[in-house]
């Protein structure tokens, strides 16, 4: 009869409410709650696939971070900052990319010898190319493959200024 009374006040068990504050909650303020970007992870872990979604700063568009969420639950942020700052996550990867492939198609697999500040585990590795693949800086050949495009990144200070 027990059985009988739990199913009737939860008939699936797999979508059990949970106590937990949904991811809204656990965005920066400082940053855009409703996301300019949002995709999924490849593989399925546990029954479960990672949602990614990208948010803007409010003061400074150019900044983003990345949550990673699964049933809408947080359980990592990804700081990728702006394309604009030398040494943030996004323009290192984009001059390490260049300096390593150039302009010939390179494999997913591959981003792992550009760096362990770039690599961290692997979930930086898919915010950095669904960013990159967004503002077109890598075209998404299918299949794990990319190639670099020819967009060049933003110039800042006096690199605007020097004598070419």
Not at 10 to 26: C, F, G, M, T, W
Not at 89 to 112: H, N
Not at 118 to 127: D, M, S, T
């Amino acid at each position: 009869m027990l059985r009988d009374v739990q199913a009737l006040l939860n008939p699936n068990p797999q979508i059990a409410v949970k106590d937990r504050p949904p991811l809204e909650y656990s965005i920066d303020p400082e940053f855009d709650i409703n996301p300019f970007l949002v995709n999924h992870a490849d593989k399925v872990i546990s029954g479960k696939r990672r949602k990614y979604t990208y948010h803007k700063s409010l003061a400074s568009p150019e900044r983003i971070k990345a949550y990673v969420s699964v049933e809408g639950e947080k359980i990592y942020i990804i700081n990728l900052g702006s394309l604009n700052e030398k040494d943030s996550l996004l323009a290192k990867a984009v001059s390490r990319i260049d300096e390593k492939y150039g302009d010939g198609a390179f494999a997913r697999a591959d981003m792992y010898d550009l760096g362990r500040d770039i690599v961290g585990n692997k979930q930086p590795i898919k915010a950095v190319l669904d960013v990159l693949v967004f503002h077109n800086y890598l075209i998404d050949l299918k299949e794990g493959y990319y190639k670099r495009t020819t967009k060049q990144l933003p110039k800042s200070g006096l690199e605007d200024f020097s004598n070419e």
